[in-house]
């Protein structure tokens, strides 16, 4: 079984800054990708940033430039450093984990952290 937790977010005036992290623990071989998401209210959950196996960055068009991902050397801690806030911005942020599990038959995981609210306003 894999944990995620999510910490970091909350409340920030409009062109403020927030960092938010998120650890992956448990029955853990290997992490392939790993990315931040988010869902606004009344939308669907869209992608913010990722880091994939290889160590490539990927960016939604609206936060590039803005937010920046990272993780440690061994991915089970990533981070969202994000700038300039908006109030688009305003959303439930998810981390993902892609996991190969450490069963005997290196099952795939994708986890997923409880989800932690960030609100831009004044």
């Known amino acids: 079984q894999v944990h995620v937790v999510e910490s970091g977010g909350g409340l920030v005036q409009p062109g403020g800054s927030l960092s938010l992290s998120c650890a992956a623990s448990?029955?853990?071989?290997?992490?392939?990708?790993v990315g931040w998401y988010r869902q606004a209210p009344g939308k669907e959950r869209e992608l913010v940033a990722r880091v994939t196996n290889l160590g490539r960055t990927q960016y939604a068009d609206s936060v590039k430039g803005r937010f920046t991902i990272s993780r440690n050397n061994a991915k089970t801690i990533m981070y969202l450093r994000m700038n300039s806030l908006k109030p688009e911005d305003t959303a439930v942020y998810y981390c993902?984990?892609?996991?190969?599990?450490?069963?005997?038959?290196?099952?795939?995981?994708?986890?997923w952290g409880q989800g932690i609210l960030v609100t831009v306003s004044h």
């Open positions: 448990g029955s853990i071989f290997e992490i392939d990708d």
């Open positions: 993902n984990f892609v996991v190969v599990a450490s069963t005997t038959s290196r099952d795939i995981v994708d986890a």
